[in-house]
Nanobody, 121 residues
Framework: QVQLVESGGGLVQAGGSLRLSCAVS????????MGWYRQAPEKQRELVAT???????NYADSVKGRFTISRDNAKNTVYLQMNSLKPEDTAVYYC???????????????WGKGTLVTVSS
């Protein structure tokens, strides 16, 4: 079994900061890319930021300069530092990991259950 467990969500005022964490556990051979996605009410899930296993990052235009994604490969954990938060950042944030459970398995995407971030104006 593979589990992705997010933490760090909550309620914050506009302009504030939050740090999300996502720990991957279980029987894992290797983790490729990791990332954060979000889904606001009545909207489709959208990419927030991704990071490769070598540290290359990609961000949605809406969060560039405000959010920073990072990962600790030794801990199988990915982080999202969110600064200068805006009410439009309110959403459920989901962690994603593309990983292999065995060396001979194909890589697959796994998802966490999500953590709610609410930014008040």
């Amino acid at each position: 079994q593979v589990q992705l467990v997010e933490s760090g969500g909550g309620l914050v005022q506009a302009g504030g900061s939050l740090r999300l964490s996502c720990a991957v556990s279980g029987s894992i051979f290797s983790i490729n890319g990791m990332g954060w996605y979000r889904q606001a009410p009545e909207k489709q899930r959208e990419l927030v930021a991704t990071i490769t296993n070598s540290g290359s990052t990609n961000y949605a235009d809406s969060v560039k300069g405000r959010f920073t994604i990072s990962r600790d490969n030794a801990k199988n954990t990915v982080y999202l530092q969110m600064n200068s938060l805006k009410p439009e950042d309110t959403a459920v944030y989901y962690c994603n990991a593309n990983l292999r459970r065995r060396s001979w398995y194909n890589a697959m995407d796994y998802w966490g259950k999500g953590t709610l971030v609410t930014v008040s104006s």
